[in-house]
């Protein structure tokens, strides 16, 4: 604690100078799993990158403090060896505590807890003009409810109490085949109502084949089930693997056991299914056996530096997009006639109160609460010509609002600012911003929307980008630029295909 200490005092220092001129400062985490490009340069930036440890677990309050640098699956490590597990995990490894904090973040279990930010207690943060407080439900709850998805413009968050629940050997999943998108959407929303189930997800292959993932925790599979494990090289990527399951008996649910880790980052391995485009890209058999070769190069912290070292995240299709589930599925027939981009992603969210920089409804259920909202992740290349790009990008957003949905702030904002206010509470967040001495920072609307003009420049007069159009050189240089960052050994280093509760390699970790 005593570093801990130390490091918030020069990041208060850091801030405080800023402040005195009124100058708007990024925040450098060291590394990132953003799709967003800065805005400001590099001498405008508080170093927080030394915030990466969890400095304690509390195995009788079932708490721990945990620093923001800290990644998803160092904290799985940290506390699976106590027979603990947060009740959120992002899917991603990479993802860190401050991440699911200050953005938006939401699994397979937010149906039942909610985004990531309802499973901490309190975070320390320093604010805007360089004091350090603690938000909490009792201290500075409106700063506490609002900076959870304001995209760090309230302050820095310096450390979080997170909560913790018992930990189990597996979640034992059940792969639920449908035929149709309006099956798909009904079948995600019932499963999240049956008695039992602590996980629900869904991935759609095309119009007519999809499946919906339960799943349950459990120290002992069912007899007779199946251990299935994701995480080792010549290990099946989770969602062709569950493809095949339901191609096998297109009419029966599958059940396997998979081990509590493997199942919490089962999409590290290919990025979901974005991986197969570098294969795509490249012409290169995907199988297999080339998956297993390259495999050191298809887990999310690679495929994110590449993505952006190559230029191609001005040309790919990143959205992440929450919709009321009764036009949820004419959504996604619009997706397909317009995009035709599959598989997609399907996950039930349990709302944030209002007012919320969440994707939020204000339709109610019959007791007054929020409903749920179903998440549809859209991933993929968009057209070539980038004019056309935009428009596609723009006419999902209008396709989304006129539906009553919502998207993440980390996925691609072309909405002009008064848009993006009609959506948004402006009053209460410019109330806050002055109430906490955060004006000078940028705005939510500054830091995620994308700057159309400069992108259309970039692409007509960058050298760069017009050198990594001329094939293979944007996927060689993605590759490069990620092999010398050093990601791929992280895999390799932590090992979470051995992560068991309480086992000798979560100790280590």
């Not at 909610?114 to 320390?124: L, Q």
């Not at 493997?262 to 290919?270: A, I, K, Q, S």
């Not at 197969?276 to 490249?282: G, H």
């Not at 206010?421 to 410019?430: G, H, L, P, V």
């Amino acid at each position: 604690m005593e570093a801990h200490r130390a490091a918030v005092a020069k990041i208060a220092a850091r801030v405080r100078h800023f402040y005195d001129r009124k100058e708007p400062f990024r925040i450098f985490h060291g590394s990132t799993n953003s799709t967003r490009q800065t805005v400001l340069p590099r001498t405008s930036f508080v170093d927080t990158s030394s915030l990466g440890h969890v400095l304690q677990v509390d195995v009788a309050k079932r708490t721990a403090l945990v620093e923001p640098n800290v990644p998803m699956d160092r904290l799985v490590a940290a506390t699976l060896k106590h027979g603990l597990v947060p009740p959120v995990v992002m899917e991603f490894p990479g993802i860190t505590v401050g991440g699911g904090f200050s953005g938006t973040s939401g699994e397979s279990s937010s149906f039942k807890y909610g985004f990531f930010n309802k499973t901490i207690n309190s975070v320390e943060m320093v604010l805007a003009n360089g004091d350090v407080i603690t938000a909490s439900n009792e201290q500075h709850p409106d700063l506490f409810h609002a900076a959870a998805g304001a995209v760090g413009t309230f302050g820095v968050t310096t450390l979080v109490e997170l909560q913790l629940k018992k930990a189990h050997r597996y979640v034992e999943t059940t792969y639920h085949p449908v035929s149709s998108i309006e099956e798909a959407v009904s079948t995600v929303h019932n499963m999240t109502k049956e008695p039992g189930v602590d996980y629900v997800d869904g991935i759609i292959y095309s119009k007519t084949q999809g499946v919906i993932v339960s799943g349950k925790l459990t120290d002992e599979p069912t007899p007779g089930t199946r251990v299935q494990r994701f995480s080792r090289p010549w290990d099946p990527w989770f969602y062709l693997h569950v493809q095949d399951q339901i191609r096998k008996t297109p009419s029966v649910p599958i059940t396997e056991a998979i081990p509590i880790a493997e199942y919490l980052f089962r999409y590290d391995r290919g990025g979901f299914w974005v991986g197969a485009s570098a294969f795509k890209y490249m012409h290169f058999p995907f199988n297999r056996v080339t998956r297993w070769f390259l495999d050191d190069f298809l887990h999310t912290r690679m495929l994110y530096r590449a993505l952006h070292a190559s230029g191609k995240a001005i040309s790919y299709v990143v959205q992440d997009l929450a919709l009321p589930y009764r036009s949820a599925a004419e959504f996604i027939n619009f997706t397909d006639s317009t995009l035709s981009i599959y598989p997609l992603w399907l996950c039930p969210l349990k709302q944030d109160r209002l007012p919320t920089f969440h994707p939020h409804s204000p339709e109610t259920e019959a007791s007054g609460e929020l409903k749920q909202m179903l998440n549809i992740g859209v991933w993929g290349y968009g057209p070539k010509n980038h004019e056309k790009y935009i428009e596609a990008n723009r006419d999902l957003e209008h396709e989304l609002r006129r539906l009553g949905g919502m998207k993440w702030f980390y996925a691609q904002t072309y909405y002009s600012e008064d848009e993006f206010w009609e959506m948004y509470d402006k009053k209460w967040y410019e109330n806050l911003r002055k109430k906490y001495n955060a004006t000078h920072l940028p705005s939510v609307y500054q830091k995620v929307r994308v700057d159309v003009e400069k992108e259309r420049k970039e692409v007509a007069t960058s050298w760069k980008l017009k050198g990594l159009r001329i094939w293979p050189l944007a996927g060689a240089w993605g590759i490069w630029k990620s092999i010398l960052s050093g990601d791929w050994k992280i895999p390799k280093q932590l090992k979470y295909s051995k992560l068991e509760v309480g086992s000798e390699e979560s100790t280590k970790a």
